[in-house]
Structure formats: structure tokens, C-alpha cells
Antibody, heavy 117, light 113 residues
Framework: EVQLVESGGGLVQPGGSLRLSCAAS????????MHWVRQAPGKGLVWVSR????????TYADSVKGRFAISRDNAKNTLYLQMNSLRAEDTAVYYC??????????WGPGTLVTVSS | DIVMTQSPDSLAVSLGERATINCKSS????????????LGWYQQKPGQPPKLLIY???TRESGVPDRFSGSGSGTDFTLTISSLQAEDVAVYYC?????????FGQGTRLEIK
């Protein structure tokens, strides 16, 4: 069974940093591109970032470019999102999702990030 | 960026009746080399992550009930629930994965009338 479980969310002050993790199991993690998608409270889905299988190619939404960094450790079956210079508008539930032939087919339950003083 | 616009924003349908949600993209998401529409539909229930229902505009994900169907091509797409069940109450999103950044529609809230 495919499982994705995010962790690392919490309350952080504006300007602070946080690193999210996504533990993958039930599939060959190293064979799949992965994504981060976020959802502000009561709002819609917004794509954040994508990484290829070996971590050599990354893509970001303009709103996070230069502040967020996606990475992965295939030996640990784990996806990461390093978030720096956090702003109030980054407050959201962050989901990791698996990319299967460009379709995001499995999503984790999400982890809540709250940026507030 | 490709803008995805769903209609209506909310919808109330009686149990057993048909529900139809529309999605329009600001540019075509049909890839001519493989004749595939890079369009997906997701269902999100409160407190849960999105669940993939339909991909390539009309291919039902494994395990999804056959009352869910997708249609359309190019820029105009439809998600149809043929006979609404109580468990179908949710927010539904369309998504294009034709071009980065991936973009989603604003969502359509489906309720029971």
C-alpha cells in the first residue's frame, strides 16, 4: 500500500525557517518524481514544488522561489521541503504527492504550517 | 500560467440525481503528440487530502466508482456524477498538468439538496 506521511509542521514566526519531511513507503520511492502542494485554511490547492527521481532537477512556484528548497534522500525514502524567510501567507497545510506519469496520484495527509508572531 | 476556472462554485443536488461540474482552461491542455488531455479531477472531503478520481480527462482511477466520469478535450472539461450518493459530498478540483506550474481550479463544493 502506498503511504506518504508528512511531518515537521508547526508554529513559526515570520522570517523563520522550517523543514518538512515526507516519509514514503509501499512503492519504489527512487523511481518517482515528487511534489509539494499547499492549501491555506479554507482555500484551494496551490502547487509549490517538484523534484525528479535523483534530485538533480527541481521546479518551484514563483511565490516560493529563492525561499524554499525541495530535496530527497532516496536511501531514506524521504522527501524534504526546506522553508526559509517564512511569511504569513505561507500558512497552509502542506501535502506531499507522488507523480505517476505527470499525474499526482497519491497524497499524504498533510502537515500544518502556521506563520505568526 | 494556465488558469483553470470551475463552474459552478457550489452545487446542491438531490440524492440519486446527476451532478455536473465544469472546468475551463485558459489554453489547451491537449498534447498533440499523444492525443492526451493533461487534466485530472480530485475529490477532497473535510480534513482529508485530495483523492484522484480521473486522469487524462476521462480515465477513472482504480477503485473509483463508475458513477464518476470525466469528459471533454482541449479547454473544456466536465466531471459527472451519474447518481449522487451521500458520501460524494465534498469539494471537487480540476487540475492541469500539461505545463508547469501545475494549476488547479478554485474548487466546486457539492452538497445534498
Amino acid at each position: 500500500e502506498v503511504q506518504l506521511v508528512e511531518s515537521g509542521g508547526g508554529l513559526v514566526q515570520p522570517g523563520g525557517s522550517l523543514r518538512l519531511s515526507c516519509a514514503a513507503s509501499g512503492f519504489t520511492f527512487s523511481g518517482y518524481w515528487m511534489h509539494w502542494v499547499r492549501q491555506a485554511p479554507g482555500k484551494g490547492l496551490v502547487w509549490v514544488s517538484r523534484i525528479n527521481t535523483d534530485g538533480s532537477t527541481t521546479t518551484y512556484a514563483d511565490s516560493v522561489k529563492g525561499r524554499f528548497a525541495i530535496s530527497r534522500d532516496n536511501a531514506k525514502n524521504t522527501l524534504y521541503l526546506q522553508m526559509n524567510s517564512l511569511r504569513a501567507e505561507d500558512t497552509a497545510v502542506y501535502y506531499c504527492a507522488r507523480d505517476h506519469s505527470t499525474v499526482t496520484d497519491y497524497w499524504g495527509p498533510g502537515t500544518l504550517v502556521t506563520v505568526s508572531s | 500560467d494556465i488558469v483553470m476556472t470551475q463552474s459552478p462554485d457550489s452545487l446542491a443536488v438531490s440524492l440519486g440525481e446527476r451532478a455536473t461540474i465544469n472546468c475551463k482552461s485558459s489554453q489547451s491542455v491537449l498534447y498533440s503528440s499523444n492525443n492526451k488531455n493533461y487534466l485530472g479531477w480530485y475529490q477532497q472531503k473535510p480534513g482529508q487530502p485530495p483523492k484522484l478520481l480521473i486522469y487524462w480527462a476521462s480515465t477513472r482511477e482504480s477503485g473509483v466508482p463508475d458513477r464518476f466520469s470525466g469528459s471533454g478535450s482541449g479547454t473544456d472539461f466536465t466531471l459527472t456524477i451519474s447518481s449522487l450518493q451521500a458520501e460524494d459530498v465534498a469539494v471537487y478540483y480540476c487540475q492541469q498538468y500539461y505545463r508547469m506550474p501545475i494549476t488547479f481550479g478554485q474548487g466546486t463544493r457539492l452538497e445534498i439538496k
